[in-house]
């Protein structure tokens, strides 16, 4: 799945299979909810602009994910519960945050 949204508030919730997704968001308020549940996930988010705020949930398998922010607020979110968790995280600019969990799958999810 690719998905570019230059209008802000990007929600993508998926369960099984083997996940991947690429997101590039140019920000007009920001945001963006990805979560991927059981398999082989990846996940690769860019986002530029003002509001920011990024959310990554991934559990139960293969796990990986990359995250660019540029500007303004920030905020990085980002859970990976079971198998080979792997996470890259850059942020620029202003408010920044970045909380990172990573652990066994019996770990509860945020």
């Known amino acids: 799945m690719s998905a570019d949204n230059p209008t802000g508030r990007t929600t993508i919730i998926r ?3 083997g996940h991947t ?3 590039e968001q140019r920000d007009p308020g920001g945001e963006i909810v ?3 549940h059981g398999a082989d996930h ?3 988010s860019v986002q530029s602009g003002t509001g920011d705020r990024l959310v990554v949930r991934q559990s139960g398998a293969g796990a990986a994910a990359d995250v660019a922010q540029t500007g303004a607020c920030n905020d990085t979110e980002l859970s990976q519960a ?3 968790n792997r996470a ?3 942020q620029s600019g202003s408010g920044n945050r970045v909380v990172i969990r990573q652990g ?3 770990e509860r999810r945020p």
């Open 34 to 36: 990805l979560e991927q």
């Open 88 to 90: 890259t995280v850059s």
């Open 15 to 17: 369960s099984g299979a």
């Open 82 to 84: 079971g198998g080979a």
């Open 104 to 106: 066994p799958a019996s």
């Open 21 to 23: 997704a690429t997101i």
């Open 42 to 44: 990846a996940a690769v």
